[in-house]
């Protein structure tokens, strides 16, 4: 199927539908873009969920594309590390990279997403604001919507449909009740809950703002990222069940309790802990899998809606953006919307897979493996191997956030390079007890250029 002129439909004006509006309306795309909420910019972000989201390279460049980042990145912070926060009192800063061309950005999703709005109606694109989708008839290319505002109904007719609509995506529920997706969903045992540190009374920031802050606890754990109104939003993470857990620590009396036994610096900058903790919801988390993303030529998902991820890698935004940018290089290469379709998804479902799996591993690694010594060594090691031999051993967290390397050659190569950490590190306590040359020899043996 060819479509002239060429016109397409997009379920979601959160962050990727409102980018793909932009980069296709930019390339001579008729745009429309459904959302059921109203338009934020005029009644403003509602908080108590996930506003903050970590900008690393990949997202960078989908912006770049769209011309867009360097607005963001003016609206952003700069975080050179984790700075962790263990339980004897003692902090560390673990960098990310060498020096501050290795970096990530944290970014308000409000904020992003408000930029990326008004870059999708300055390109051309339509936005229908308090257009929820109800049902959606394939065969007749076709849908209804619901306005919750004011209860009225209407239909609309779709030549190609992209469900850009999240975790919850209507498109992608009505797609698998036609033709069946695959579709398996994993939820993870814990759940979070968003806090704030706000700014200090003279204005500035309570703590070092220039960090992902992390207070690894075992099983549970509290981060804090940093905003341009010099607040930190702080997200904790629990179990759903057990001896600490959302079962147990229900009431805001239980959090102050929670908090100030746990992490006492932390607790220090949240006068209004109890009230947050009462105020905001708990959001469980999960992955989702897909065996299949598009139906032929009608419709196709990205982002959130085909492989929501759990958010301890920080590329659930990232990973999206390069969705946006992968489909609208695959539908300006193809005239066959079908065809379109397919490569990308053999493009990018591999990838996906790739990021959720770090994804799940890296939660692991935040919340109990920063604390270990031998961990400690690793990193260690990986850096003094990583400038002996460039262009052979890059770190996974480089090669997933600094780099565009394809996430499934990220996860593989991590996969090889985390063995040889051990295998060199083993029964050491310290790096100059690490035969250098020998670990040299082993990543020259197991490892080709990247």
Same mark, same amino acid.
Request: net charge neutral.
């Given at each position: 199927?060819?479509?002239?002129?060429?016109?397409?439909?997009?379920?979601?004006?959160?962050?990727?539908?409102a980018?793909?509006?932009?980069?296709?309306?930019?390339?001579? $795309?008729?745009?429309?873009?459904?959302?059921?909420?109203?338009?934020?910019r005029?009644?403003g972000?509602?908080?108590?969920?996930?506003?903050?989201?970590?900008?690393?390279?990949?997202?960078?460049?989908?912006?770049?594309?769209?011309?867009?980042?360097?607005?963001?990145?003016?609206?952003?912070?700069?975080?050179?590390?984790?700075?962790?926060?263990?339980?004897d009192?003692?902090?560390?800063?673990?960098?990310?990279?060498?020096?501050?061309?290795?970096?990530?950005?944290?970014?308000?999703? *409000?904020?992003l997403?408000?930029?990326?709005?008004?870059a999708?109606?300055?390109?051309?694109?339509?936005?229908?604001?308090h257009?929820?989708?109800?049902?959606?008839?394939?065969?007749?290319?076709?849908l209804?919507?619901?306005?919750?505002?004011?209860?009225?109904?209407?239909?609309?007719?779709?030549?190609?449909?992209? *469900?850009?609509? *999240?975790?919850?995506?209507?498109?992608?529920?009505?797609?698998?009740?036609?033709?069946?997706?695959?579709?398996?969903?994993?939820p993870?045992?814990?759940?979070?809950?968003?806090?704030?540190?706000?700014?200090?009374?003279?204005?500035?920031?309570?703590?070092?703002?220039?960090?992902?802050?992390i $207070?690894?606890?075992?099983?549970?754990?509290?981060?804090?990222?940093?905003?341009t109104?010099r607040?930190?939003?702080?997200?904790?993470?629990?179990?759903?069940?057990?001896?600490?857990?959302?079962?147990?620590?229900?009431?805001?009396?239980?959090?102050?309790?929670?908090?100030?036994?746990?992490?006492?610096?932390a607790?220090a900058?949240?006068p209004?802990?109890a009230?947050?903790?009462?105020?905001?919801?708990?959001?469980?988390?999960?992955t989702?899998?897909?065996?299949? $993303?598009?139906?032929?030529?009608?419709?196709?998902?990205?982002?959130d809606?085909?492989?929501?991820?759990?958010?301890?890698?920080?590329?659930?935004?990232?990973?999206?953006?390069?969705?946006?940018?992968?489909?609208?290089?695959?539908?300006?290469?193809d005239?066959?919307?079908?065809?379109?379709?397919?490569?990308?998804?053999?493009?990018?479902?591999?990838?996906?897979?790739?990021?959720q799996?770090m994804?799940?591993?890296?939660?692991?690694?935040?919340?109990?493996?920063?604390?270990?010594?031998a961990?400690?060594?690793?990193?260690?090691?990986?850096t003094?191997?990583?400038q002996?031999?460039?262009?052979?051993?890059?770190?996974?967290?480089?090669?997933?956030?600094?780099?565009?390397?394809?996430?499934?050659?990220?996860?593989?190569? *991590?996969?090889?390079?985390?063995?040889i950490?051990?295998d060199?590190?083993?029964?050491?306590?310290?790096?100059?007890?690490?035969?250098?040359?020998?670990?040299?020899?082993?990543?020259?043996?197991?490892?080709?250029?990247?």
């Amino acid at each position: 199927m060819t479509i002239t002129p060429r016109r397409i439909l997009i379920a979601g004006a959160g962050l990727a539908g409102a980018l793909l509006a932009t980069l296709l309306a930019r390339r001579g $795309w008729q745009v429309d873009v459904l959302e059921k909420r109203p338009d934020q910019r005029i009644r403003g972000y509602e908080s108590g969920r996930s506003i903050n989201l970590a900008l690393a390279e990949r997202g960078l460049h989908a912006l770049s594309a769209a011309g867009l980042d360097k607005d963001v990145l003016a609206r952003s912070v700069m975080m050179r590390g984790r700075m962790v926060h263990f339980s004897d009192g003692r902090v560390q800063l673990q960098r990310y990279g060498s020096d501050d061309s290795d970096v990530i950005h944290s970014v308000h999703r *409000g904020r992003l997403n408000h930029i990326l709005l008004d870059a999708a109606e300055a390109a051309g694109a339509r936005i229908h604001f308090h257009h929820r989708i109800d049902e959606i008839d394939f065969e007749r290319r076709c849908l209804s919507v619901v306005n919750d505002h004011d209860r009225s109904r209407s239909n609309m007719e779709f030549a190609v449909l992209v *469900g850009a609509d *999240g975790a919850g995506s209507a498109v992608r529920r009505a797609m698998n009740a036609h033709t069946a997706l695959g579709e398996r969903v994993e939820p993870l045992e814990h759940a979070y809950k968003e806090l704030e540190i706000p700014p200090a009374q003279d204005g500035g920031f309570r703590l070092e703002p220039h960090a992902l802050h992390i $207070w690894p606890r075992g099983g549970y754990m509290c981060i804090a990222l940093p905003n341009t109104e010099r607040s930190f939003t702080v997200t904790l993470f629990l179990p759903q069940q057990g001896e600490t857990s959302f079962a147990t620590i229900a009431t805001a009396a239980d959090a102050v309790a929670l908090f100030s036994r746990e992490f006492p610096d932390a607790f220090a900058q949240m006068p209004g802990l109890a009230t947050d903790f009462a105020a905001h919801p708990t959001s469980p988390l999960a992955t989702l899998y897909l065996e299949r $993303w598009h139906l032929d030529n009608r419709a196709v998902l990205l982002g959130d809606a085909a492989h929501a991820m759990v958010p301890f890698h920080g590329q659930g935004m990232n990973c999206a953006f390069e969705d946006c940018v992968a489909l609208a290089e695959h539908l300006q290469r193809d005239n066959d919307i079908a065809s379109a379709f397919a490569s990308f998804g053999a493009e990018r479902q591999p990838n996906a897979i790739a990021i959720q799996t770090m994804a799940l591993e890296n939660y692991r690694e935040m919340r109990d493996q920063v604390r270990d010594p031998a961990f400690a060594l690793q990193r260690q090691l990986e850096t003094v191997l990583a400038q002996r031999n460039p262009c052979l051993f890059v770190p996974r967290y480089t090669m997933v956030s600094f780099q565009r390397v394809p996430y499934a050659v990220a996860l593989e190569r *991590g996969r090889i390079q985390r063995q040889i950490l051990i295998d060199a590190s083993t029964g050491h306590s310290r790096i100059e007890q690490v035969d250098l040359a020998a670990a040299d020899a082993m990543v020259r043996a197991r490892l080709t250029p990247l």
